[in-house]
T-cell receptor
Framework: DAKTTQPTSMDCAEGRAANLPCNHS???????VYWYRQIHSQGPQYIIH???NNETNEMASLIITEDRKSSTLILPHATLRDTAVYYC????????????FGKGITLSVRP | NAGVMQNPRHLVRRRGQEARLRCSPM?????VYWYRQLPEEGLKFMVY????????ESGMPKERFSAEFPKEGPSILRIQQVVRGDSAAYFC???????????FGDGTRLSIL
């Protein structure tokens, strides 16, 4: 699976949008971009995934650049409960493949 | 719809004992994955099972660790003759099909005395 690069940490104000970047310059055509988050002492939580089109669900939006070499996870109205480590992962399509977690980005939402 | 259930949440063992960690996948999910998170480290894949079959065990230590997912009942991760270095959080995830998103349980925290 392709490697991803994320900043170590970022913060944002409560109620504002949080934009979390991810670089995956070596991504292959059959690899999806997945986002998970891990709130302290809990298991990872699935957020969203996409191949090349932008995606939106009740939790977040995923914006993937046209060349697919980077993406941004957007939490439209961050709350204190969104403070967590966010993982950007690329995963081969259709394969029964594992998730390869990196160090992720620590998002701190401040009041 | 209940999520992935792991038990126990916390397990304490002495060196040399056996540890059994259980995982009940979400209803309708027949694919199970186990991951380990050592203190201050990221999650690492251990093994992937699909009802009675081990599909990928490339992340499993060669000795003392085994996993099963019987036709009936939960998936079990078994660690024999535990050592201090086995202290970690062990997470289980499940999916309905291998290529679909995995959903995680809240883990078992294993502590070795």
């Amino acid at each position: 699976d392709a490697k991803t690069t994320q900043p170590t940490s970022m913060d944002c104000a409560e109620g504002r949008a949080a934009n979390l970047p991810c670089n995956h310059s070596t991504i292959s055509g059959n690899e999806y971009v997945y986002w998970y988050r891990q709130i302290h002492s809990q298991g990872p939580q699935y957020i969203i995934h996409g191949l090349k089109n932008n995606e939106t669900n009740e939790m977040a939006s995923l914006i993937i650049t046209e060349d697919r070499k980077s993406s941004t996870l957007i939490l439209p109205h961050a709350t204190l409960r969104d403070t967590a480590v966010y993982y950007c992962i690329v995963r081969v399509t259709g394969a029964n493949s594992k998730l390869t977690f990196g160090k992720g980005i620590t998002l701190s939402v401040r009041p | 719809n209940a999520g992935v259930m792991q038990n126990p949440r916390h397990l304490v063992r002495r060196r040399g004992q056996e540890a059994r960690l259980r995982c009940s996948p979400m209803k309708g999910h027949s694919h199970v994955y186990w991951y380990r998170q050592l203190p201050e480290e990221g999650l690492k894949f251990m093994v992937y099972l699909q009802k009675e079959n081990i599909i990928d065990e490339s992340g499993m230590p060669k000795e003392r660790f085994s996993a099963e997912f019987p036709k009936e009942g939960p998936s079990i991760l078994r660690i024999q003759q535990v050592v201090r270095g086995d202290s970690a959080a062990y997470f289980c995830a499940s999916s309905p099909k291998g290529e679909q998103p995995q959903h995680f349980g809240d883990g078992t925290r294993l502590s070795i005395l």
